[in-house]
């Protein structure tokens, strides 16, 4: 077995333990990044077949213009010299529902007044709403401005209000429920739950692309890669097939990391960025996690899943459209979904030519699913599902195309191959319970139970990722910055993002 001493040992190399190490290792830390799998990137991975990249969960961000929320984390990340392509400012979303057709624009002023366009009576409430999303884009940093107040204990602001129901507060500030949906419509970036999604969290995940939106030319793993690149240039390292399978404590610490090949890492500080519930389970005897926390942990609801058709489309078939589309074939989108009924709604993701043709050569379609529909598979692996999984595959994936050819005429006959992954691919490959998109559900009914801080029971163990508090790529670095403020401080945060 090999001991060897670290700074700081991060495990997973999802983006939030990659942007953690790229911090902490540009501080002059000595940094590990421990991966279970043979590729580093957790959902910001791609993967490769027959000559085409595909993306696992990196589809498009928002707010990476001069100043917005991105810009200054992306750019002290050295993210902002890759290829990043701005969607339509005119059209950067396009929501198709109740057999209309709704245009989502780039800014808040105008965000409003195009809606308003559709819906002319609910012109205050739109303003209302534009209001909040700036209002919220804006608060992003408060967490980490180290000249206001934050709440120690939690390690969020005084001010955060996380009770408020989303679709409590749609219901009072809008009369005409089509516009309801609309402003619902992008649901492949957030669950719609009646009594569980804050308004925190709808708020931020949307308020951010309406500023502006983003895609990449070329794969999720210019990413993943630009950001090891930097660690291993500051002197960190990343060890791949490298799952860890215990911490060990020792006087009220966690000293040691344990691998499933023999080899252990001690190190000063320790930072998960695994699911939080997987987290608890790795440590062992411990006088600080009691078997109440570590069940309170298991039992906590995640988010569902996603089922991804990516296809690959013939050469010179399709026109590239530089926006995304949703597409509903029922116009209430809060009721959520059945699994015995055809697939009902379904996000539309063109992936940016890379050849300046001006055709699309893939397509992703992404559709919710909850896990109880993929229950009868629990205990199998990829590869070995049997015939009735493989048929069920391609019954949803058929049910995705024939949503999708409605706003894409023919899509069906431009297909050159498809491949489908459902929450049991994602679970497997990243260990996500329950394949969850978005980790754990937040709940506004029980916000200090669902919103947790990079702060653990355990003193030197620090948390990030997208189970804390916001999911998707903002979330995510938003909780990478805030779970590195916990090791180096805020002041000095501040000062990289907004002084170097």
């Known amino acids: 077995m090999n001991h060897n001493k670290y700074d700081i ?89 109740g057999g209309q057709s709704f245009d989502f624009v780039e800014g808040y002023d105008r965000f409003a007044e195009r809606l308003a366009d559709y819906f002319p009576d609910e012109r205050e409430g739109l303003r209302e709403l534009v209001d909040l999303f700036a209002s919220y884009n804006r608060s992003q940093f408060d967490m980490l401005n180290p000249a206001l107040g934050c709440d120690q204990q939690q390690g969020m602001p005084r001010s955060m209000d996380l009770s408020t129901p989303a679709y409590q507060w749609l219901h009072e500030h809008f009369h005409n429920d089509l516009l309801i949906n609309v402003l619902s419509g992008n649901t492949t970036r957030c669950e719609l739950r009646k009594d569980t ?162 055709h699309v050569r893939q397509i992703d379609l992404l559709t919710p699913v909850d896990w109880s529909a993929c229950s009868q598979w629990t205990d199998t692996k990829v590869g070995r599902r049997g015939d009735d999984y493989a048929q069920w595959k391609l019954q949803k994936a058929d049910e995705c195309i024939s949503l999708a050819e409605t706003v894409i005429p023919g899509l069906r006959a431009a297909i050159e191959r498809q491949y489908v992954s459902t929450p049991l691919t994602y679970r497997d ?28 029971h355990e003193p030197n163990l620090l948390l990030t990722g997208q189970s804390l508090m916001v999911h998707g790529v903002e979330g995510v670095t938003m909780t990478a910055l805030m779970t590195c403020a916990e090791i180096i401080g805020r002041e000095r945060i501040w000062e990289k993002l907004f002084n170097a």
Request: net charge negative.
């Open 9 to 97: 040992v991060i495990i997973g190399s999802g983006l939030g333990g990659l942007a953690c190490g790229h911090i902490l290792s540009s501080e002059g830390y000595r940094v590990l990044v421990l991966e279970r799998e043979a590729q580093p990137g957790g959902c910001m991975q791609s993967y490769r077949r027959q000559g085409l990249d595909f993306d696992t969960g990196l589809h498009y961000i928002g707010g990476l213009g001069e100043g917005e929320v991105l810009y200054h984390p992306f750019r002290m990340l050295g993210l902002m010299e890759l290829p990043w392509v701005k969607l339509d400012a005119d059209c950067f979303d396009r929501i198709h529902i």
């Open 197 to 358: 999604l804050p308004l925190y969290t709808m708020a931020h995940i949307n308020s951010s692309y309406i500023a502006s939106s983003w895609r990449l030319r070329g794969n999720g793993n210019l990413l993943v890669n630009k950001l090891i690149d930097g660690i291993r240039a500051n002197g960190g390292e990343i060890k791949c097939n490298s799952e860890v399978t215990q911490l060990i404590e020792r006087d009220g610490h966690i000293v040691e990391a344990q691998c499933i090949d023999g080899n252990s890492y001690e190190a000063d500080t320790f930072i998960s960025d695994i699911h939080p519930a997987l987290t608890y389970q790795l440590i062992g005897e411990s006088a600080l996690v009691k078997k109440s926390m570590r069940m309170r942990m298991r039992l906590m609801e995640n988010t569902y899943g996603m089922l991804t058709v990516s296809l690959a489309i013939k050469p010179q078939t399709l026109p590239y459209v530089n926006r995304n589309e949703y597409v509903y074939s029922r116009p209430n989108l809060w009721e959520g979904f059945e699994n015995d009924h055809p697939v009902s709604g379904v996000m539309i993701s063109y992936r940016v030519p890379e050849d300046g043709s001006g």
């Open 429 to 456: 490959y990243t260990l996500t319970p329950n394949g969850s998109a978005f980790g754990l559900r937040k709940d506004c009914g029980n916000p200090l139970l669902t919103f947790l801080s990079p702060r653990s």
